[in-house]
């Protein structure tokens, strides 16, 4: 079975670009949440989708939003770039709301120059 | 505000031996779920062990286990028998009962000495 894949696994962009980030989940999972790990925030909490609608955001700006599509598979977009915005991106995907388990795949590192 | 605080940035054990991580809480909610989980150079989050806050029986799996304490909403990862392979980040996390959302501590580097 295969596991939770992001593509692309590494990125560089230049200041002002946006960037799309791609997260597909294990096959049947239908709950995808995203992730910020930087080395002075930690983890925070970017979206979570179910079923194509997203059911939480976190506390970022406008400039970060996500979709989901109906094989599950999500994506992220972040606009106009800020050099605070290289960090680790992580996926997480679960069967559903309730369920306890949640898978992460290994994300992407974004590096803004 | 869920929030989770993990007080120990580094920590070290001596391989066989035994290391505690300690991770608190704050939360409103009666029904959560608390993990631990290990994030190796290869930056793969791994689940290591969760707990159901109704249960009071820790949790356990393998070397791995935890100290429940819900008063006073403490969680602490116990491992035992320290392997080379147990070196990592590890990171405390709370999700409430329903969601898929996860709030994380800013975690703790385990060195393992040969």
């Not at chain 1, 294990?26 to 910020?36: D, E, L, T």
């Not at chain 2, 001596?14 to 290869?42: G, H, I, M, N, R």
């Amino acid at each position: 079975k295969a596991g939770v894949t992001q593509t692309p696994r590494y990125l560089i962009k230049t200041r002002g670009q946006q960037v799309t980030l791609s997260c597909s989940p294990i096959s049947g999972h239908r709950s995808v949440s995203w992730y910020q790990q930087t080395p002075g925030q930690g983890l925070q909490f970017l979206f979570e989708y179910f079923s194509e609608t997203q059911r939480n955001k976190g506390n970022f700006p406008g400039r970060f939003s996500g979709r989901q599509f109906s094989n599950s598979r999500s994506e992220m977009n972040v606009s106009t770039l800020e050099l605070g915005d290289s960090a680790l991106y992580l996926c997480a995907s679960s069967l559903g709301q309730s369920y306890t388990e949640a898978f992460f795949g290994q994300g992407t590192r974004l590096t803004v120059v | 505000a869920q929030t989770v605080t993990q007080s120990q940035p580094e920590m070290s054990v001596q391989e066989a031996e035994t290391v505690t991580l300690s991770c608190t809480y704050d939360t409103s909610e009666s029904d959560y779920y608390l993990f631990w989980y290990k994030q190796p150079p290869s930056r793969q989050m791994i689940l290591v062990i969760r707990q159901e806050a109704y249960k009071q029986q820790n949790a356990t799996e393998n070397r791995f286990s935890v100290n429940f304490q819900k008063a006073a909403k403490s969680f602490s990862l116990k491992i035992s028998d320290s392997q080379l392979g147990d070196a990592a980040m590890y990171f405390c996390a709370y999700r409430i009962y329903t969601g898929n959302q996860f709030y994380f501590g800013t975690g703790t580097s385990l060195t393992v000495i040969p």
